[in-house]
């Protein structure tokens, strides 16, 4: 196979390069060197597991009455998103997860995959019907038991009872085992009194709240007998047939936000509300009559997880819509790259495409290799989703890691969804600022994505504690001589630090190229034991220095965890990062064909490169990578790009969008047009002999 990036210094005369023209990749598949991939069955690797499910609802979608529509009011929005949910309830997408009985389909993994979709029409829309369905229902659901199912869950699916989701406080929101909503039990009158007995109390930022939501999911801290028995869930009915807020219960709209003005966003407070003892969801934790209270989970601490991790979906659906929204901005720009050109050669030549530039190519195909990444390591982390929700693999041990999957992959997607979607806005130009062409509305409307569910640093604290956890266990019981030896192993590293170091640099001096050793010396293995050794010895540095934290005065070890607490959530990043790249290896395993797969390979490579690049300063201040090394591969970074240049268009085609998912004009196929006429129009001036002749041809005389 000829090699790519090395080019003769002789003008070209092929369509690849023009004749005196800057090197450039050819500008389709169809006119590279290398084989193409197979779309259909790229697309089938991305849709993932419940892939007929996604094509259902791209499919239903494709009707205009489910769109984003600009320029809306804020009141007009709403209504609209609104009448898009009854929308949904009319083509059976409303409660594909909840039981047969309640209309629904007993599939937790293809509702959320269905969900996933409806960001391409309207993220306000994604986000309304995941507060219906997705969270003030499965609270119902995950919570409550069946009484709590039969009286309320089939009027949940039907949009029957709009509700809202009332657990953030404006006081607290990560912080949910601190809320200061009450709910105190009265024995005489089988109640529990709901109270927010300060502002900082009051529900806030919830959807449905400031119009639609007749109930709500209220969570409080519940007390009975004088005692407090943490945070629990109760419903509550907030408003009568007409709107107006029931006695006790008031509340404000949130108004304009910095995007999802499609939702209803508002505050709740309550001055000592009662309802019913049947309206604790008690699934995981009871009242009696007398007030007895008792739980099957005897923790506090475990009682209070298990309880938000039946509620983890909202995380899930992050994680996959905020994917699928970096996928159709990359979708756009590249479209927009491969048709929009921009400067000569500065020898008379066509104007160059965009994404002929290198930095161009920098720019975009890292980010595609990205979200490549993302998507398979969503629908890796939906299948247990649905392992542990359907009963499967329900475990608590299934469940933990369940929990810590989502909080490492929701932060990562909906950060990258942000960053990819502004680069690909500015390497649009000013059509790129343009609302019609989507990617300002997207930046928009996924911002809220990397705090809503959790703020991610939070998430990723958690991610660090598990790991921690994991990393102790390692050595309980070894004796002191086993943890010197880890500890020496560990300063030693694996396998680049050290003999591995040297035969790669051996093998520059056979090779007599630095960027060819590279790529033979950072292969799948040789990337995977840099992500992975970074992860264990991040989690090794973080964990020694909080050792003495275990001897220290509550305050002492506190501040000790806080100087530390940024590295820790570095590291919890590493390891969200590492199981992206595994995500993404599995799946190119399992593409058919041998191009196919040598193009996948790539991109990969380029995933992983681009993550050893990110953190090169930490490589090499440990001692893994030589600073001859660390620039060598940025320069393969280079190559890889240049590789699958001629491939950007089918691997952005492979999300399988069609024209009613993107509806942004520069991606119609108009910028080509318009290029067609440009080029038709010059041609036929120059050959009508009436072309007039440059300022610079004549000082040439």
């Known amino acids: 196979m000829a090699d790519a990036v090395v080019r003769t210094s002789k003008p070209s005369t092929s369509t690849r390069t023009p004749a005196g023209g800057a090197p450039t990749a050819a500008h389709s598949a169809s006119e590279a060197a290398e084989a193409r991939i197979d779309v259909a069955a790229v697309t089938d690797l991305l849709l993932g597991t419940w892939g007929d499910t996604r094509r259902a609802a791209r499919q239903m979608i494709k009707d205009p009455a489910f769109w984003r529509v600009d320029g809306l009011s804020v009141d007009e929005h709403r209504e609209r998103v609104l009448s898009q949910l009854h929308l949904l309830v009319e083509n059976g997408a409303s409660a594909r997860a909840y039981p047969a009985e309640y209309g629904g389909e007993d599939n937790n993994g293809a509702n959320i995959a269905g969900f996933e979709e409806l960001v391409l029409a309207d993220p306000s829309l994604q986000i309304k019907a995941g507060v219906q369905w997705g969270l003030f229902g499965a609270a119902i659901q995950q919570l409550g038991t069946k009484k709590h199912h039969d009286k309320w869950l089939k009027d949940v699916a039907n949009m029957a009872l709009p509700g809202a989701f009332a657990m953030t406080e404006t006081g607290h929101g990560s912080d949910v085992a601190a809320v200061g909503t009450t709910a105190t039990y009265d024995v005489d009158t089988e109640e529990f009194v709901i109270h927010t007995p300060f502002r900082g109390a009051w529900k806030d930022y919830l959807g449905n709240a400031a119009v639609h939501g007749r109930a709500a999911t209220v969570f409080?801290?519940?007390?009975?007998?004088?005692?407090?028995?943490?945070?629990?869930?109760?419903?509550?009915?907030?408003?009568?047939?007409?709107?107006?807020?029931?006695?006790?219960?008031?509340?404000?709209?949130?108004?304009?936000?910095?995007?999802?003005?499609?939702?209803?966003?508002?505050?709740?407070?309550?001055?000592?509300?009662?309802?019913?003892?049947?309206?604790?969801?008690?699934?995981?934790?009871?009242?009696?009559?007398?007030?007895?209270?008792?739980?099957?989970?005897?923790?506090?601490?475990?009682r209070f997880f298990t309880m938000l991790g039946a509620l983890v979906q909202g995380r899930i659906s992050l994680d996959g819509a905020a994917t699928t929204g970096a996928a159709l901005a990359l979708y756009i720009a590249t479209t927009y790259a491969n048709q929009r050109r921009q400067f000569d050669s500065g020898a008379g030549t066509p104007e160059v495409v965009l994404l002929d530039y290198g930095r161009h190519q920098r720019r975009l195909l890292p980010r595609l290799a990205t979200v490549y990444a993302q998507a398979f390591a969503h629908d890796e982390f939906l299948k247990k989703f649905d392992g542990v929700f359907s009963g499967r693999t329900d475990t608590p041990d299934e469940r933990e890691d369940l929990e810590t999957l989502a909080a490492a992959l929701k932060p990562l997607s909906t950060w990258n969804a942000l960053d990819t979607i502004q680069e690909c806005r500015e390497a649009c130009g000013g059509a790129g600022f343009l609302a019609e062409n989507r990617l300002v509305g997207l930046h928009q409307d996924l911002d809220v994505y990397v705090t809503f569910e959790g703020d991610n640093n939070v998430l990723l604290q958690l991610v660090g504690k598990r790991l921690l956890s994991d990393y102790a266990k390692q050595f309980k019981g070894k004796d002191a001589a086993a943890l010197a030896r880890f500890a020496v192993g560990k300063t030693?590293?694996?396998?680049?630090?050290?003999?591995?170091?040297?035969?790669?640099?051996?093998?520059?001096?056979?090779?007599?190229?630095?960027?060819?050793?590279?790529?033979?010396?950072?292969?799948?293995?040789?990337?995977?034991?840099?992500?992975?050794?970074?992860?264990?010895?991040?989690?090794?540095?973080?964990?020694?220095?909080?050792?003495?934290?275990?001897?220290?005065?509550?305050?002492?070890?506190?501040?000790?965890?806080?100087?530390?607490?940024?590295?820790?959530?570095?590291?919890?990043?590493?390891?969200?990062?590492?199981l992206q790249w595994e995500a993404f290896t599995d799946a190119i395993h399992r593409a058919g064909d041998d191009s196919t797969l040598q193009v996948l390979t790539w991109l990969r490579d380029l995933f992983g490169l681009s993550l050893i690049e990110k953190h090169l300063a930490w490589y090499l201040m440990s001692g893994r990578l030589s600073a001859q090394r660390a620039s060598a591969v940025s320069r393969y970074i280079g190559r890889l790009c240049n590789r699958l240049r001629p491939h950007a268009q089918d691997l952005v085609d492979a999300w399988g969008f069609e024209p009613e998912h993107v509806r942004a004009p520069i991606a119609s196929g108009a910028e080509q047009a318009r290029q067609d006429e440009a080029v038709a129009y010059m041609a036929a001036l120059a050959a009508s002999g009436e072309a007039p002749v440059s300022e610079k041809s004549l000082r040439k005389k």
Do not use: W
């Open 220 to 302: 409080a801290q519940l007390i009975t007998g004088g005692v407090n028995y943490g945070v629990h869930c109760f419903f509550m009915p907030i408003r009568d047939e007409d709107g107006a807020f029931l006695p006790g219960i008031g509340g404000e709209d949130d108004g304009v936000k910095g995007g999802l003005n499609g939702i209803d966003n508002g505050r709740l407070h309550f001055d000592q509300v009662r309802v019913p003892r049947e309206n604790l969801l008690n699934r995981y934790g009871d009242v009696a009559a007398d007030g007895t209270y008792s739980s099957a989970i005897a923790s506090p601490g475990r």
């Open 492 to 578: 030693a590293g694996k396998v680049f630090h050290g003999a591995g170091l040297r035969q790669l640099g051996q093998a520059v001096a056979d090779l007599g190229s630095t960027a060819r050793s590279v790529e033979l010396g950072l292969r799948e293995d040789q990337q995977h034991e840099l992500l992975a050794d970074r992860v264990q010895q991040m989690v090794a540095d973080v964990a020694m220095r909080l050792r003495p934290a275990a001897k220290l005065a509550p305050a002492e070890a506190a501040a000790v965890f806080n100087e530390n607490q940024s590295d820790l959530i570095e590291a919890a990043r590493a390891h969200a990062e590492l």
